[in-house]
């Protein structure tokens, strides 16, 4: 099973912000998506979970073009949390987190307790005005972990946590599912250390691919992030280290 | 839905049809003229029983569905728009309906004015929602703008139907087009009634996806729900809400923003409860404002529209003063 991009390419208001990407999301991995600010990652992931249309190519989800999915089948495939939330009505907390469920709150409930590193119950009588921006960050990945949908696609998935829930979820991660995880990460160390595979874009183009330690090299720093490194690499964790940073 | 706010639901619900319940009666009971028993049901036709069956009830069934109507309308218009002004008065639909029914007055078909007034309010919504589409981005803020300019653009365009008509039907316009129930007929009030009854069914069905639309564009697309197409029928099921009631009561403001904003203040923003809370709401509200503009001066009567204004205007300054969108 597999998330197939092929020959895809996006424009936004004439703007080309993918260009004929060709790669494979396969199952059973966590998939990281990384490169500089502005290089696509989000716009990548969009395209995955149908946000924005293709120009050209297609994107194909277990054997069948996105296109074709019935939207509430292709929901139930596919856990999304996208990078910020949007302008909405002031909902409750836990009315917001059971609406992935069709408004079930019992259900809700027991998920949330499986995803006790989120400590969701504690926001279910707030509103979405009254939390601070980690807390929003819980209440989305809530929402996109809430259906134990086979396949994950996370937008920069610990911005905002603090570092024990950033890390309690990059451990729930690694956890063996049907389908596989796909994340959207700026923190090459965080990439380097769970993820078994990277992709790397730059201006919307796909520059690399592969196991992270066949893809960070110090020449992919430099003309990828502009930066002159060294990279050290461990057994233990954080497995990667940047040492020496120069940016030029 | 747990325990709690199951009861919690339906605790409103039944607080919001005693309360509508009462509002009607007292349209019904009070008024110029002795209407008895015998009057309603009595076999022979005495002026009592004219009175009440072709005048009182009608008008308190029109402003019923005229006020829930609208208060359902503008719920739905500010959670699918997310934004707390949208509202058909603001977006300038309720300003095309206008233009629409004032039309088929001026030229003297006044059986007319509810097709009018349907279709020009459901070209109006086709159009704001071609101009928001800026590059396919659906975007509130050029739609509000675009409201503004099509709100003054029609209003011009409703002077200018009014100077032009025959000065005979130009008092009545006028009055019609300030908001009231006075011109009614009991085929159209019918028609009326059972269409928004019809629409806030199907709203109800729906108050799911509402929910969800109210999160947020792509939030819905997540969950399963394409926000254009769910906004567009969203769009078709107002403009015929609302062209149905500027047709048959002309411009009662303000009834769209006041209702939704104080029935969220008790039951939150899930529309399950929100939506039938804003029909009784908006119903109750707009019956004692008839009620009261027809007796307060009687036997004149002050338009409804001005007193939902009077009324309105006020709260919604304090509302945006406090910063409190929703």
Redesign the interface.
Same mark, same amino acid.
């Given at each position: 099973m597999s998330f197939q991009l092929r020959g895809v390419t996006v424009r936004?208001?004439?703007q080309k912000v993918l260009s004929t990407i060709d790669h494979g999301f396969e199952s059973g991995l966590v998939s990281g998506v990384v490169g500089p600010n502005g290089s696509g990652k989000s716009s990548l992931l969009?395209t995955l979970?149908?946000?924005l *249309?293709v120009d050209e190519g297609s994107v194909i989800l277990e054997d069948r073009e996105l296109t074709r999915w019935n939207? #509430? *089948?292709?929901?139930?495939r596919?856990g999304?949390c996208?990078q910020e939330?949007?302008?909405?009505?002031?909902? #409750?907390i836990d009315?917001?987190l059971a609406?992935?469920l069709?408004?079930d709150?019992?259900t809700m409930k027991e998920q949330s307790a499986r995803l006790d590193f989120l400590r969701l119950e504690t926001l279910y009588d707030r509103t979405l005005s009254q939390l601070s921006g980690g807390e929003r960050q819980r209440v989305r990945l809530g929402?996109a972990l809430m259906k134990e949908a086979p396949w994950l696609i996370l937008d920069e998935p610990i911005n905002h946590l603090d570092l024990a829930t950033g890390w309690s979820l990059m451990r729930y991660l690694q956890k063996p599912r049907e389908g596989g995880v796909l994340l959207a990460l700026h923190d090459l160390t965080t990439a380097a250390h769970y993820c078994q595979n990277l992709l790397v874009l730059r201006d919307g183009e796909k520059v690399a691919a592969g196991p992270p330690r066949e893809v960070l090299t110090p020449e992919l720093l430099k003309t990828v992030f502009r930066l002159d490194a060294k990279i050290e690499w461990s057994t233990e964790p954080p497995g990667l280290k940047v040492l020496g940073v120069e940016v030029g | 839905m747990g325990g709690d706010s199951l009861a919690r639901h339906r605790t409103l619900l039944s607080a919001g049809a005693v309360a509508f319940s009462l509002a009607f009666m007292l349209a019904l009971v009070v008024g110029s003229g002795q209407i008895g028993w015998s009057d309603i049901f009595g076999a022979e036709s005495t002026l009592g029983k004219t009175m009440f069956w072709k005048l009182r009830f009608p008008r308190a069934v029109a402003a019923a569905a005229v006020g829930g109507g609208l208060a359902l309308v503008g719920a739905v218009l500010q959670s699918s728009l997310r934004n707390p002004l949208a509202d058909p008065f603001l977006l300038g639909v309720s300003s095309a309906a206008a233009v629409g029914a004032v039309l088929a007055l001026a030229l003297g078909w006044p059986g007319m004015r509810f097709g009018f007034s349907v279709i020009s309010a459901l070209l109006c919504l086709l159009f704001l929602d071609k101009v928001a589409y800026r590059r396919g981005v659906f975007s509130t803020h050029n739609l509000l703008l675009a409201g503004v300019a099509v709100t003054y653009l029609l209003s011009a365009a409703t002077g200018v139907i009014v100077l032009l008509a025959d000065p005979t039907r130009t008092r009545g316009l006028l009055f019609w087009l300030m908001g009231g129930f006075s011109m009614l007929d009991t085929t159209s009030t019918a028609i009326c009634a059972v269409l928004v009854g019809v629409v806030a069914i199907w709203m109800q069905f729906e108050h799911d996806k509402l929910d969800t639309l109210a999160l947020g564009d792509e939030s819905a697309h997540i969950l399963g729900l394409r926000p254009n197409r769910f906004r567009r029928t969203l769009f078709l099921a107002s403009a015929i809400v609302v062209g149905l009631t500027v047709a048959t009561a002309g411009g009662i403001g303000f009834v769209g923003i006041l209702v939704p904003h104080i029935a969220r203040l008790f039951c939150g923003v899930t529309h399950r409860t929100l939506l039938p809370l804003c029909l009784f709401g908006g119903a109750t509200l707009t019956l004692l404002a008839d009620t009261f503009a027809r007796t307060v001066i009687s036997p004149r009567e002050i338009p409804v529209g001005l007193l939902t204004a009077l009324l309105g205007a006020p709260f919604f300054l304090h509302q945006l003063r406090r910063g409190k969108g929703f």
């Open positions: 936004r208001q004439g969009r979970y149908g946000y *249309e939207p #509430r *089948e292709l929901a139930s596919l999304v996208p939330s949007e302008p909405s009505l002031d909902f #409750r009315q917001v609406l992935p069709g408004g709150l019992s929402m | -």
